[in-house]
């Protein structure tokens, strides 16, 4: 199965990665860019091939379509003369619309709308996935499956994309801006800065694997850290005086909000 990847920025890049790790041929993988450099530079780190966007579709089974939403017109309009009856397009661009793919792509074309992250990098990615109208049953395990190998999938409707892609899409960013802001409070508690990076990393690190592997509820996790009269509780009760699980809804709001703005609006 031959794979395009066109858009070689962090999300193209860091699913040709993946591809290769989890097996792919890397005579399979063809690389597309608006830059050609780019593409060749891409593409020699992992033995795949580069090439134009058109000639990429036109040979590969597999399109992901992964460039910025502002660019994805002028990239199908690149591509459609040479998209096949029976490749399966897969856009991960937020905010694109199975619809807005179906009616600039030719009549018929399969598409996959889907929203991962960049955990995707060391294979922790999650991806929120809906299909669109013309997809069969297989290619959306095909879709699954791609995506698989960089983490999870759910398949959901696509009417949720823009809360995956407010909650799961842009999630890494919160956390790395939490876990800046705890490194931050570590050196200013005398910490020396990698030190506090260190315990703050591991930290998220077991916290995380915990929520995973208990399957236990949040709250009661943080019932267990939060001894009575102890120190957890203070510091809990100063992040509810400065309301941050409300900035937290609100960020995400927010997300969602910039998501649906981004939406082209219906032809
Ligand atoms: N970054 C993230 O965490 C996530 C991103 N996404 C989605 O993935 C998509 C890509 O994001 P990201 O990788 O961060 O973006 P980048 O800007 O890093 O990568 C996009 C690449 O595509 C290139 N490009 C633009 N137009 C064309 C074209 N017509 N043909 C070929 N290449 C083209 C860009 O070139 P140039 O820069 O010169 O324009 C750039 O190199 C976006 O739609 C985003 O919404 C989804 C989930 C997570
Ligand atoms: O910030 C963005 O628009 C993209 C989509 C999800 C994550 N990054």
């Known amino acids: 199965m031959t794979i395009?990847?066109?858009?070689?920025?962090?999300?193209?890049?860091?699913?040709?990665?993946?591809?290769?790790?989890?097996?792919?041929?890397?005579?399979?993988?063809?690389?597309?860019?608006?830059?050609?450099?780019?593409?060749?530079?891409?593409?020699?780190?992992?033995?795949?091939?580069?090439a134009r966007a058109d000639e990429a579709a036109a040979e590969a089974d597999v399109v992901v379509l992964a460039v910025k939403p502002q660019d994805m017109s002028g990239l199908i309009e690149q591509i459609h003369d040479d998209v096949r009856p029976g490749?399966?397009?897969?856009?991960?661009?937020?905010?694109?619309?199975?619809?807005?793919?179906?009616?600039?792509?030719?009549?018929?074309?399969?598409?996959?709308?889907?929203?991962?992250?960049?955990?995707?990098?060391?294979?922790?990615?999650?991806?929120?996935?809906?299909?669109?109208?013309?997809?069969?049953?297989?290619?959306?395990?095909?879709?699954?499956?791609?995506?698989?190998s960089v983490g999870r999938v759910i398949v959901l409707d696509e009417s949720h994309q823009d809360a995956v892609t407010a909650i799961s899409g842009s999630g890494p960013a919160y956390i790395f801006y939490v876990v800046e802001a705890m490194i931050e409070a570590g050196v200013l508690l005398g910490l020396p800065r990698d030190t506090a990076t260190e315990l703050v990393v591991q930290t998220l690190y077991g916290a995380a694997t915990m929520i995973r592997e208990t399957g236990a509820h949040p709250t009661v996790l943080r019932e267990q850290v939060s001894s009575p009269g102890g120190t957890s509780v203070s510091a809990l009760r100063a992040l509810e005086d400065h309301k941050v699980r409300a900035a937290f809804l609100t960020a995400m709001e927010a997300a969602a909000t910039r998501s649906r703005q981004l939406t082209p609006p219906p032809d």
Do not use: Y
């Open 4 to 50: 395009a990847l066109l858009g070689a920025g962090v999300m193209g890049s860091t699913l040709l990665a993946a591809l290769v790790r989890s097996g792919h041929d890397p005579a399979d993988l063809l690389v597309a860019d608006k830059s050609p450099e780019r593409a060749e530079q891409v593409a020699a780190q992992h033995g795949a091939r580069a």
């Open 87 to 148: 490749t399966l397009v897969v856009s991960i661009a937020a905010a694109i619309t199975t619809d807005f793919l179906e009616r600039r792509l030719p009549a018929g074309t399969s598409v996959v709308r889907v929203m991962p992250n960049t955990p995707a990098l060391v294979d922790q990615g999650m991806s929120g996935m809906s299909p669109g109208s013309h997809c069969t049953p297989e290619q959306l395990e095909q879709a699954r499956e791609l995506m698989g």
